[in-house]
């Protein structure tokens, strides 16, 4: 396994440069390369040198704010004192590092809630220890994929994906070794490469590099029921693309019925698509086994079990339970800025429009906006809180316009789009275009391309819309 900080920096200096080429939301400034959430904050920077080599990063909170800070010597080695902050500001860890080696962490205060608590403290004792043993034995892969996995779990997000991108270099030159069949599990351990990457990805909101590598799990290791759960779940979650994720949690119910991850996420997308009765259903299944999802989930999802099913509770005229779910997410966690969006609407159905406006202010007070941009919440201020008398109309997630089937073999339709002929153009992740063409009777021909992901986009005069398209 080749570990040294300087050949992951090149790795990573390749990734850099093929995300700023390929998303065009990224800008380079001077010696500065940025890309941005979808909030439009900062959500990482690299600093580059005259000779373009890294001399440091920073990463950003997407409710604002320093999150981590490395320095590299000139070797492209992390080199001197880096930092981790809390979204509050507060000084949470320290690094020191010389030449590429780790010579001290600090820990000054951990992160967690009344349900992750064991979670987050095994995390920080399997660093603390595998850094120790790695003092004797600093090749070990064992010791450093769990130091990896853990820093994941952290969020310590520029040291996981460092060791990741080494471990998928090594494993992709492995696999197109002629020795690679001396290595059975070769293709699952490169898919779990690929899934800790995702999600590494995910949190900086690169949908398309995280989804990208999603499928990639899938398509190397497609026994593994986990990656499709991971695509289905992100999909719902992150790209808001209900009806492809529930392809693929379907599919994970079909391998493992009562699977009480996948049934969670459904119940999540089945509240965003307003099909309330089915939404309490699949979190009820969930409920069944709620100590696995903190046990072997990140346990501080806003959207969790209670969340997601009272306000489903409150849809269905089951208002009391509904608040008293609430209510309970609140103790669990008292900064879930969804739960007291959810509170706040709860609140102006039953007409009390101040207490809603309280939540919403809450709501609004804890970041909700910034973490969850696309999501409704002004509107919602502005009636509660009497600053806007007129009605409000929003257009349900269910009737947005989306295509199918998706994942699709040979032809794709769209639907809830008022043009029946428009143009389109179909791209690869690396934003290269690869057909364009006029659509038949709202139909698309998808034959001829590889399985995978691309991106798909439609306009017809001043109307864009922009799909991920996954092709069998």
Not at 209 to 222: C, E, F, G, M, T
Not at 296 to 308: A, F, H, K, P, V
Not at 337 to 357: E, F, H, P, R, T
Request: net charge neutral; aromatic share 12%; with cysteine.
């Amino acid at each position: 396994m080749k570990n040294s900080c300087q050949t992951c920096c090149v790795i990573l200096t390749i990734i850099i440069f093929l995300v700023f080429e390929t998303h065009t939301i990224a800008q380079k400034k001077g010696t500065v390369n940025k890309t941005y959430f979808k909030n439009g904050l900062v959500a990482r920077e690299f600093y580059l040198g005259a000779d373009q080599m890294l001399d440091s990063i920073k990463t950003y909170h997407i409710v604002g704010g320093l999150d981590e800070r490395f320095y590299f010597d000139e070797n492209s080695q992390m080199n001197g004192l880096c930092q981790k902050f809390s979204s509050d500001g507060k000084l949470k860890t320290t690094w020191l590092f010389k030449k590429g080696i780790l010579i001290k962490r600090t820990d000054f205060f951990k992160e967690d809630n009344l349900k992750n608590k064991v979670k987050v403290e095994e995390n920080y004792a399997i660093i603390v220890k595998n850094n120790e043993l790695l003092k004797s034995d600093p090749n070990n892969y064992g010791l450093l994929y769990g130091r990896a996995a853990s820093r994941t779990y952290l969020e310590d997000n520029v040291l996981a994906e460092f060791d990741f991108l080494g471990f998928k270099a090594h494993l992709e030159n492995l696999k197109a070794s002629p020795n690679a069949a001396q290595f059975p599990r070769l293709n699952q351990d490169l898919a779990e490469i690929y899934s800790r990457l995702s999600t590494i990805y995910s949190r900086f909101e690169n949908d398309n590099l995280s989804v990208d590598y999603r499928l990639k799990a899938i398509q190397i290791d497609p026994e593994e029921t986990r990656h499709y759960f991971n695509l289905g779940a992100y999909l719902a979650t992150e790209v808001h693309d209900y009806r492809l994720a529930i392809y693929y949690l379907d599919e994970v119910e079909r391998r493992f019925p009562n699977h009480n991850f996948a049934h969670w996420v459904l119940g999540y997308t089945y509240l965003e698509l307003k099909q309330y009765d089915k939404a309490v259903e699949n979190i009820n299944i969930a409920f069944k086994n709620e100590a696995n999802l903190y046990e072997n989930g990140y346990g501080t999802e806003e959207s969790d079990l209670r969340t997601i099913r009272g306000l489903a509770y409150h849809k269905l005229g089951k208002t009391d339970l509904g608040i008293a779910d609430l209510n309970e997410a609140l103790r669990i966690n008292e900064k879930n800025s969804v739960a007291n969006k959810y509170l706040g609407i709860v609140y102006d159905d039953l007409g009390k429009s101040q207490k809603a406006c309280d939540y919403f202010q809450k709501a609004r007070d804890l970041g909700y906006e910034k973490k969850y941009f696309n999501k409704e919440l002004e509107s919602l201020i502005k009636k509660a809180c009497n600053e806007d008398q007129n009605k409000i109309t929003t257009i349900a997630p269910k009737d947005l316009p989306y295509i199918a089937p998706n994942p699709a073999e040979n032809k794709i339709e769209v639907f809830n789009y008022p043009y029946t002929n428009f143009t389109y153009e179909i791209y690869n992740v690396q934003s290269q275009k690869l057909r364009q063409g006029i659509s038949n009777n709202r139909t698309i021909e998808v034959s001829g391309l590889s399985a995978g992901l691309y991106i798909l986009t439609i306009s017809n005069q001043d109307k864009s819309e922009t799909f991920k398209l996954i092709k069998k």
